[in-house]
């Protein structure tokens, strides 16, 4: 092998070396752009003054929301529409009406993105009454469960947070 021949190699060589790492940098952005815009979405429960459970995005990227279910009673309510939270509380025998309290809620419908930094009511239990009776949130609390499946805006790795049942 002469000398032309040994310099032609390890320029092959050093060229297949600089692709190898130029695919290899090239994984490594795409894995690190993943992860900079990862949601993660948490709930917060306030039980001070009636009950109140809060839905955040903490993570660095939107939230875009898959599903969303609420379990009562060994029934469950996949992706509601309508307010379903009235029906459900006379089951579970807490009317607001004899127990004496008002309720907000917000419905994370599938499609919806959720930006970093977002937070939302997700259902707030006001008592109306001063002698307001802890049981009730307590039920509420342990026989209602949502479920909130989510994905960053690659839509790749599905994620859950779980909410009540405690």
């Known amino acids: 092998m002469d000398l032309s021949e040994l310099f032609a190699l390890s320029s092959v060589v050093i060229a297949l070396s600089a692709m190898g790492v130029a695919v290899w940098q090239g ?8 992860l900079s815009v ?11 003054d009636g009950l109140l459970y809060t839905l955040e995005n903490q993570g660095l990227g939107p939230a875009v929301i898959e599903s969303f279910s609420i379990h009562y009673n060994d029934k469950v309510i996949e992706n509601p529409y309508e307010e379903p939270y009235q029906k459900i509380f006379e089951e579970l025998q807490v009317d607001p009406f004899e127990k004496m309290f008002n ?16 937070e939302k009511r997700l259902l707030q239990i006001n008592p109306v009454i001063e002698e307001f009776d802890e049981k009730v949130t307590q039920i509420i609390r342990n026989k209602i469960n949502m479920k909130i499946r989510y994905t960053c805006m690659y839509g790749k790795d599905s994620m859950e947070v779980l909410v009540g049942g405690t």
Do not use: C, I, M, S
Request: proline share 6%; aromatic share 14%; hydrophobic share 25%.
């Open 27 to 34: 994984y490594l952005t795409r894995k690190h752009n993943r």
């Open 38 to 48: 990862k949601p993660k979405l948490q709930v917060n429960t306030d039980t001070r």
């Open 103 to 118: 309720f907000e809620f917000h419905l994370p419908t599938k499609g919806t993105t959720y930006k970093a930094g977002f």
